[in-house]
């Protein structure tokens, strides 16, 4: 596979259930922000499909290669790509321990809503438990990315009323939609970077 993309090498390694092979593709290549990252990442997806020792077969080696990387934040985005497939990379190596009350408390700040988080991960009851910090900003960020894609299709559907004519009721409505959800997105992503900076 000399030669070829390290994503198409993935794919290769993959589709013949060779992992050592893919493993030793990755660990070959200087890490990026793109294709490398990718290629982990299909890996990440791999290994989240299994069970048992099989699973840690492929977790295991990918987890060495991601906490041996000398850019931090090439590290921490992995880890946070891996998270989405059920994966963790990291046991409190790299992310910052976050507590129930941590996250109360930035919910609060930004009015977004803590049940909202509650709904696609498992949050404790307990103000001083340790929550899944990565579960939490990569579900934080989902949720923007939502508000974002929905503000956008709203906004660029009205029409550019001249600035002397008023609004439809209806125009105006869905404005006033759009703009709550570009709000939403701003907050739902400054929860996100909140919990993962170092001084909340």
């Known amino acids: ?31 990026d922000k793109f294709r490398w990252r990718g290629a982990v990442a299909a890996l990440t997806a791999a290994a989240g499909k299994r069970r048992g020792t099989d699973r840690a077969r492929l977790e295991e080696p990918v987890r060495e290669l991601v ?8 590290m921490r985005e992995i880890i946070l790509d891996a998270r989405r497939f059920r994966v963790d990379l990291d046991r409190g190596e790299v992310l910052p321990f976050r507590t129930l009350g941590d996250l109360r408390r930035t919910t609060f700040l930004t009015g977004t809503d803590l049940e909202s988080v509650r709904r696609y991960i498992t949050l404790p009851d307990d103000f001083h438990a340790p929550i899944d910090t990565a579960g939490v900003v990569v579900v934080g960020r989902a949720l923007a ?17 001249p600035a002397a004519r008023t ?11 759009g703009e709550r959800d570009a709000e939403a997105a701003r907050c739902w992503r400054a929860v996100a970077d909140a919990i993962l900076r170092d001084d909340v």
Do not use: F, N
């Open 145 to 161: 990315e939502q508000h974002r894609r929905r503000a956008q299709r709203i906004l660029m559907e009205l029409p550019a009323a």
């Open 1 to 31: 596979m000399a030669g070829a993309r390290i994503t198409d090498a993935i794919e290769y390694y993959g589709r013949r259930g060779q992992d050592r092979g893919a493993v030793r593709v990755v660990r070959r290549r200087d890490p």
């Open 67 to 74: 906490l041996d990387l000398e850019d931090g934040l090439l």
């Open 167 to 177: 609004e439809s009721p209806l125009a105006a409505q869905l404005r006033e939609r």
